[in-house]
């Protein structure tokens, strides 16, 4: 029987990062993977939702322009998700190469977890370790028939329908709807939350009165009940249209085999310590497989992994996500980090009093940073163009927990999105000339 000191199941974000480092650190490692390489980020969630996030703001921008000085073109977007497919597959293969190159084996098939050993496809390989890093898949658990489309199946659509409904008022059900909106479809989201329910209400209803604006029928409130093709049934009644896309979330992919060998798993997956360790001292887990209450997203993932491969090869790491960023990629884009729960004031700044905001045209938002009792920083959000930028920068302070006076005295470039965060500062301490007054502070739990 061959062996391995590591297998890893998965090649996704979190199997990509664990298997290099512990490759590149001389461990044998093989990576088993059932579908394509990368996992749901490369070729489902991440890379294609950013394709197509950037293609609605090109799509914004043209009507811009063609209203201004009167240009005037189509948008082909067959031509757009041929880009895409290709972007994916390039990225994809070019992950996969890396990994090879690190040293590790890769094994197309499916799994099968044993005490000691992993069936693939029937055939058994001995593992010192595992690293089950699975991933999640659309829940479909409302969908009778066929001819829906989940949210990883976006991309199969060539042209836009003339109507649409989107059921799931998340992060995906969000940019899927403002997408094809802005291509021309009549889109019509369901949610039975709030939209953005784990963003606040000042964000979510930024980004409701966006999908609003481009033409989007947004219905909060609406149990549904089943989702067939080109229709959603509900509580209140039915809704029917040209495409139905399901968006309403995801359950962990866990391996057959898995609870045999006493890991523990629920409904939202995988259970670890922090040290991503599963009850199995010789199984771990990282990812969308894994039970958390954390982001689930391939950062997120990412960062998980590195924890493992730590302490696997010996270093005693355990997982934080006091200060992992999260953002929606629509236009405006909005994202958060920290714990909003430790806010005690804000500090506020909008993006239209920004000289590079004026510049471009691109306005609207605003940037909103929490100080605790002590006033250093722990949360951080904001709201506007490309200000996936400025969450970063938002992640390094929250991280370090930053005073908002030392914050304040920090030099950034001019003229740049990013005077906006050290404007909250200084104008949460009167000294930024181009804010309003009457703006500079916000109290606690302001979510208006």
Known sequence: MTAYDVVVIGSGPAGY???????????????????????????????????????????????????????????????????????????????????????????????????????????????????????????????????????????????PPETMIVVGGGYAGVEIAQFYARLGSNVTLVTEARLLGNLSPRLSEAIKESLIW????????????????????????????DVVILAAGRRPSVPRGTVGLGVVVDQRGILVNEQMKTENPRIWAAGDVVSKSGPKNAHTAMHEATVVYRNMMGQRCSVDYNAVPELVYTDPEVGKVGEEQSVREWAYFPLNVTTRSIITGFTEGFVRIGIDSSGRIVYGEAVGHNVEELMNALTIVVRAKMSLRDFSYTVLLHPSLGEALTGAAKSFFGEDVDMPLKLNRLPARDDK
């Open 17 to 159: 990062m664990a298997s290099s480092l512990l490759s590149r650190a001389g461990k044998s490692v093989l990576v088993i993977e059932r579908g394509r390489f990368g996992g749901v980020c490369v070729n489902f969630g991440c890379v294609p939702s950013i394709f197509l996030h950037d293609l609605t703001s090109v799509i914004s921008r043209f009507k811009e322009v063609e209203n201004q000085f009167g240009l005037e073109g189509q948008l082909r977007l067959g031509k757009f998700v041929q880009r895409m497919r290709e972007i994916r597959d390039r990225l994809s293969s070019a992950g996969e190469e890396l990994v090879r190159n690190a040293g590790a084996e890769v094994i197309y098939g499916e799994a099968e977890l044993k005490e000691d050993y992993v069936l693939i496809d029937g055939k058994p390989v001995k593992y010192g370790a595992l690293l089950v890093a699975t991933g999640s898949t659309p829940d479909t658990s409302l969908v009778k028939g066929g001819g829906v489309y989940t949210e990883d199946q976006v991309g199969e659509i060539d042209t």
């Open 214 to 241: 481009d033409g989007v029928n947004v219905r909060e409130g609406v149990k549904v009940t089943s989702v067939k093709e080109k229709e959603v049934v509900s509580e209140s009644g039915s809704l029917k249209a």
